[in-house]
Structure formats: C-alpha cells, structure tokens
C-alpha cells in the first residue's frame, strides 16, 4: 500500500470514468507520451491500454518509482525518471509531436505549466498538453481580461498555449479527497504572429510591475518600466488611469515589445 504524500501534494485520481475521459479526447495509438506525477499508476494504466509508441514517466518520489519500476517492468516502451519536474531539462526528454499528461500537485502546478511556456525552442516537439489544476488556478488560466481572475497566469499562459478543451472533476474523485475540486484543461502551442517578444522573461516582468499593484492605476507602472516618455505612450495608444485587469493581454504583448525596444 503506497501512503500519499502531503509534502508533495500527492492527490492520487481514482475515478475511472474521469481517466477514460482525459485519455480519450487524443489519439495515443503509436504516440510519444509523457506522464507527469503518475503517482500509483492509474492514468497510466489507461495510457498503456492505448498502446503508445513510447512512455515517459517523470516521478520524484522515490517509493513510486519503485513500485512503478516492478509495475512496468514488462513494458520496453516506458521509461521512468526519478527527478523533479522543475528541474529536468524538458527539451532533452520530449520527441516530436508528443503529448503530455500531468495530474500536477497543486503547490507546483503553475510552476510547471510556466515551465512548459518558457521553453527555449518555438514551436515546441510537444503538440497537446493536458494537465489537471486546482480549480482556481484553472479559472485564473481561462479567466477573462476585466475580471477577478484575470492576471499574470492568464496573459503569459496565453501567449505560447491555447486551451482547446475542459471539463471540472470534482474532489470526491481523489484520494486522499482534496478540499477543493479540480479542472482538466487541454492546451496546444501557438506562435504569435502579432508581436514579437524576444524573451518571455520580459513578458514576465513587464506583469510583475504591472500586476504587483493590481487595484492602482497603472501609471506609476508605467514610468517604472519605462520612465516619463510621453512619445512612448502615444505610440502604445494606453490610457494611465486604467487599472492592470482592465488591460487585454494583446496590449500586455505590445508593452513588452515595445519594453524590450525602449526600456530605461
């Protein structure tokens, strides 16, 4: 018997129908996969019944692993890696058009899902992934400019990821049962053709300024970045007395191509 653990977040689904859902809305036959967190092996249970070409599992605690280990020794397409996720170099372990699953721990989901953002090759060999957040972390991700929800996750998540599809899992489909319900979401990688941001560690700070001051106006922001260019805000079009969610991540891109070419 395999104990959860708190420390890492471990929430192990349980719910059958939930994992026929997540596996079934892509093609795995004769696929490259990646599964982040298998946990006891549940998911992945259902990934091998769908006969991929080739199976990573990245687990980073060491007792799973080694249940895992005997689980699979049988299967020559799986290989485990005993590591953090947040660590591992991404673009070494993922092939062309691989999907990747993930029932992230919920203290490092947002982290992980950046992490994919922030790859350095773009257009990247992943082509979907489906990851399972928290509830709220999932409404901050899908959340609408001029909302409650609407921030940095939202806007840096969307300039590389486009949710295709989701759908809730309630808590009761977990064990241990978290407090809070969850949410499955399928991303695929874009490429903005509308802006050009060099790199996205820019796109991160301009938010940062932005958002650390979220219910203020934006004008001290602003001269933060950029100091007191006049000519500057006229050519970003961007009214100062707007408050940082009143703002359309289209404009956010815009700011931090135009931070990148002119900043103090």
């Known amino acids: 018997m395999i104990n959860p653990k708190k420390s890492l977040g471990q929430n192990f689904l349980i719910d059958k129908n939930v994992i026929k859902?997540?596996?079934?809305?892509?093609?795995?036959?004769?696929?490259?996969?990646?599964?982040?967190?298998?946990?006891t092996g549940n998911l992945t249970n259902e990934i091998v019944n769908c006969e991929p070409k080739k199976l990573i599992l990245i687990e980073k605690d060491t007792n799973l692993v080694k249940f895992l280990k005997e689980k699979y020794k049988?299967?020559?397409?799986?290989?485990?890696?005993?590591?953090?996720?947040?660590?591992?170099?991404?673009?070494?372990?993922?092939n062309k058009n691989t999907i990747v699953f993930g029932n992230l721990p919920y203290n490092i989901s947002t982290q992980i899902l950046?992490?994919?953002?922030?790859?350095?090759?773009?257009p990247p060999k992943f082509n979907k992934?489906?990851?399972?957040?928290?509830?709220?972390?999932?409404?901050?991700?899908?959340?609408?400019?001029?909302?409650?929800?609407?921030?940095?996750?939202?806007?840096?998540?969307?300039?590389?990821?486009?949710?295709?599809?989701?759908?809730?899992?309630?808590?009761?489909?977990?064990?241990?049962?978290?407090?809070?319900?969850?949410?499955?979401?399928?991303?695929e990688p874009i490429t903005n053709k509308h802006?050009?941001?060099?790199?996205?560690?820019?796109?991160?700070?301009?938010?940062?300024?932005?958002?650390?001051?979220?219910?203020?106006?934006?004008?001290?922001?602003?001269?933060?970045?950029?100091?007191?260019?006049?000519?500057l805000l006229n050519k970003l079009?961007?009214?100062?007395?707007?408050?940082?969610s009143q703002i359309k991540e289209d404009h956010y891109y815009k700011i931090t191509e135009f931070y990148e070419k002119y900043k103090k």
């Open 21 to 39: 859902k997540i596996v079934s809305i892509v093609d795995i036959k004769n696929k490259n996969i990646i599964e982040i967190g298998p946990g």
């Open 74 to 94: 049988a299967k020559k397409n799986i290989k485990i890696i005993n590591d953090d996720i947040l660590k591992i170099k991404l673009d070494d372990e993922i």
């Open 114 to 122: 950046i992490k994919f953002v922030k790859l350095k090759f773009w």
């Open 129 to 187: 992934l489906i990851f399972m957040f928290q509830k709220e972390v999932a409404e901050r991700i899908l959340a609408k400019y001029n909302t409650s929800k609407y921030g940095r996750l939202k806007i840096i998540s969307n300039w590389r990821l486009k949710v295709s599809d989701s759908f809730q899992v309630s808590k009761n489909c977990f064990f241990p049962k978290p407090k809070v319900d969850s949410a499955v979401l399928f991303f």
């Open 195 to 231: 802006y050009k941001i060099r790199d996205i560690n820019n796109l991160e700070k301009v938010t940062q300024v932005f958002f650390s001051k979220k219910r203020k106006m934006i004008n001290k922001a602003f001269l933060q970045l950029f100091g007191n260019t006049s000519n």
């Open 237 to 244: 079009n961007l009214n100062l007395s707007l408050r940082p």
